[in-house]
């Protein structure tokens, strides 16, 4: 079977540089060729504007300020202001595409990341980090977007502007010139030797952030548990100390770029410093002209605020690779459990058929320890068979291995014959139906969390399947019935309540598959028959797989298969299996106090 690639560690990432990551970020940039070219322009634009107007300056210089130049001075005076009129335009023009375009690739950034993880498998779930996924989702697509907008736009100016000031200073002083470019290798070596440490602490400082948000986003989700135990204290200590860790990786990556920065602030102006002071001496000996050492003055000044600035932007670049990076493991994970090219198209209509052939089984997290099989198992169409055995007998993974979470490393499952690795994964689930032990319940109304199972439902289906599951008993006491808002995961709904939401979903599914598993073990009698009822009625007609510990719960089913330690050891009906001596009959016997 193929496995996922495994995420690139904090360390590998930091030991390495991976501008190359960014790569990644061209296709969702596809969609705005025309205003990237629209921005590129206007880049262009503003850059030649701006490398034009030290040629009117050495014009104005060279001729004087004389009164008889008056005229001449009022011209290049006003072609500056033109000049600078075109320049703010293009400038405009450049900043609204670029910040729209960094706005946009962010969002489909954040939309592709996204559907990807909700693609996922259950492999993925069980070693991902919620907390984590939710900070690069927040935290890296914002670097991403200050990147795109601000920092890109920046860039290319700056290097535009550096290509242009540098060739305008060969043609004013070819001299004068040779002296920067002398200069050029100790600005430009000590930019590139610093920027791999300059790379690797931001990105330390985006891993240890996102370490601390994954925690609290844990400790935030099970904040009445954390209170409930005396944890608070504890908590705020282990968050504070992840903070203040991320502060001082943040720290350290800021003091290097600054540092960064101000070396090669003191190399440019240095090197300026010293052009100047070459270029005065050839004014005084007479072989350039006072205009021409100013337009030169004008390049070099533009050429090393454009390469101060660059070193700024490699900053940036430096932690949007890291982003960059984090956002494309996700983007490139795949799932252990994969759809074929051609899937088969269920049966019409559907019986229900199940079949477990030689099915064996092991979490992919832990390999060693195997969790089924082999199970050879067959339910009829429309037939209510009961599943029970030991806590860790398996029971809750025939139901992940029915619904495609997971793939078994053998045998297969079919539904009415046809292979459900065959099928489309959104085919196979339209099959089933499933009542989980503890619902999740989202930060919706009643009435938005039912129709969870069928969102083209109306309102008037969701509220029989309420009815059905007893939901309006709770909801009519409510102040606004079915569309008041609860809290997320359910936290102002009692146990009970959180799981009659679960299984009106249930009904409302109407699937020919029903999934229980223990799905009335939070009710009390009174409700629980209410509810039983409503199952029953649910179940006529279509195949049931119940998990129960509670035997009374299955005396009706149609079989019981008992499991244990991964093995089908018994079958039959309650009377059948009561009457034996085998593990179900010590079952009955714990909870009916007699083996019947």
Not at 284 to 301: M, W
Not at 368 to 377: F, K, M, N, Q, Y
Not at 453 to 482: H, I, N, Q
Request: aromatic share 6%.
């Amino acid at each position: 079977m193929n496995k996922s690639p495994a995420p690139v560690s904090a360390e590998k990432r930091r030991a390495r540089p991976d501008f190359s990551s960014l790569r990644h970020l061209l296709p969702f940039i596809g969609q705005d060729w025309g205003r990237v070219a629209m921005a590129l322009v206007a880049l262009a634009a503003a850059s030649v504007l701006t490398l034009l107007v030290p040629l009117a300056v050495r014009r104005m210089v060279d001729f004087g300020f004389s009164a008889e130049n008056r005229g001449l001075v009022d011209a290049y005076f006003g072609m500056i202001v033109l000049l600078t009129l075109g320049l703010a335009l293009a400038s405009a023009i450049r900043y609204y595409c670029v910040m729209t375009i960094g706005e946009r690739v962010v969002a489909r950034i954040r939309t592709a990341v996204f559907a990807r993880v909700m693609a996922l498998d259950g492999a993925f779930f069980d070693s991902a980090r919620s907390g984590e996924i939710v900070s690069r989702l927040s935290a890296d697509t914002t670097q991403l977007k200050s990147t795109f907008g601000a920092s890109a736009s920046v860039a290319l100016r700056n290097l535009i502007l550096l290509i242009g000031a540098v060739v305008m200073m060969v043609v004013t002083s070819p001299q004068l010139s040779a002296y920067v470019m002398l200069a050029i290798p100790a600005i430009v070596l000590p930019l590139v030797a610093a920027g791999k440490g300059v790379r690797g602490k931001s990105q330390f400082a985006q891993d240890t952030l996102a370490e601390a948000m994954s925690f609290a986003t844990e400790r935030v989700g099970a904040a009445r548990i954390v209170q409930g135990f005396g944890g608070e204290k504890a908590a705020t200590k282990r968050f504070g100390d992840a903070v203040d860790t991320a502060y001082a990786a943040a720290s350290k990556a800021t003091g290097a770029r600054a540092v960064l920065t101000a070396v090669i602030i003191f190399l440019v102006f240095a090197s300026i410093t010293f052009v100047l002071w070459t270029g005065a001496k050839s004014v005084i000996t007479g072989e350039i002209s006072p205009g021409r050492l100013s337009q030169f003055v004008f390049y070099a000044v533009f050429a090393a605020s454009a390469l101060s600035q660059l070193s700024d932007v490699f900053g940036e670049l430096s932690q949007a690779a890291g982003a960059s990076q984090r956002l494309s493991e996700l983007l490139h994970t795949e799932p252990l459990v994969r759809e074929i090219a051609e899937p088969r198209a269920p049966a019409h209509p559907a019986r229900g058929a199940l079949a477990f052939e030689g099915v064996v089984f092991a979490y992919p997290g832990a390999p060693e320890r195997r969790v089924l099989g082999p199970i050879d198992l067959h339910v009829k169409g429309g037939e209510r068979v009961a599943i029970v055995g030991p806590s860790g007998a398996g029971k809750t993974s025939l139901f992940q291995l029915l619904m495609r979470f997971y793939d078994p490393q053998q045998g297969r499952i079919r539904i009415d014959g046809i292979a459900i690795d065959e099928m489309a994964l959104a085919d196979l689930r339209a099959l089933v139906a499933s009542v989980p032990q503890d619902p999740v319940i989202f930060a919706d109304t009643i009435m938005g969390n039912i129709r969870l199972a069928r969102p083209d439902a109306s309102d008037e289906d969701v509220r029989l399947a309420a009815a059905k599951a007893s939901v309006a008993a709770f909801a009519d006491r409510l102040p606004d019935g079915l569309a008041t808002m609860i809290g997320e995961r359910g936290v102002t709904l009692s146990g009970g309540e959180r799981q009659r939401i679960a299984i009106a979903r249930a009904i409302l599914r109407d699937a020919p598959i029903l999934l229980l598993d223990e799905a009335t073990s939070a009710l009390d009698a009174e409700n629980e028959h209410a509810v039983q009822k409503a199952l029953d009625a649910a179940m006529k007609g279509r195949t049931a797989l119940v998990i129960a510990h509670r035997l009374s719960t299955i005396r009706d089913a149609d079989r019981i298969v008992v499991l244990d330690q991964g093995r089908l050891v018994e079958e039959g009906t309650h009377e059948m299996l009561a009457g034996a001596e085998g593990l179900y009959a010590r079952l009955a016997s714990l909870q009916f106090g007699v083996a019947n």
